[in-house]
Nanobody, 125 residues
Framework: QVQLVESGGGSVQPGGSLRLSCEVS????????VGWFRQAPGKEREGVAF????????LYAESVKGRFTVSRDNAKKMVYLQMNSLKPEDTAMYYC??????????????????WGQGTQVTVSS
């Protein structure tokens, strides 16, 4: 079974940056589309960013467009989420995941096949 391990979370001031990393256990990582999700306390889990197998069409939630960038390095079996201009409302647990749908509907957390354990991001002054 594919395993996902996130890292890179932490505390940062508003306007700051963080880069999250997701290590994928499967050597055929190139066959998987990957999504980043987040869940804030008391809120439903939401899709943040998606990257296809060929990295050709990243997709983003409206709330993070222009600030977050998803990328992947298949040779290193890694997927990244660069987060810039962070806001307090970005505070959440962030999860790397294998979506059930590689395209429209990728952000439906209920269809996710595999989750990582999560990494906490806190944006506060």
């Amino acid at each position: 079974q594919v395993q996902l391990v996130e890292s890179g979370g932490g505390s940062v001031q508003p306007g700051g940056s963080l880069r999250l990393s997701c290590e994928v256990s499967e050597y055929m990582i190139g066959s998987f589309c990957v999504g980043w999700f987040r869940q804030a306390p008391g809120k439903e889990r939401e899709g943040v960013a998606f990257i296809s197998t060929a990295s050709s069409r990243p997709l983003y939630a409206e709330s993070v467009k222009g600030r977050f960038t998803v990328s992947r390095d298949n040779a290193k079996k890694m997927v990244y989420l660069q987060m810039n201009s962070l806001k307090p409302e970005d505070t959440a647990m962030y999860y790397c995941a294998l979506p059930g749908l590689c395209g429209v509907g990728w952000d439906d957390w209920r269809s996710v096949l595999t989750w990582g354990q999560g990494t906490q991001v806190t944006v506060s002054s």
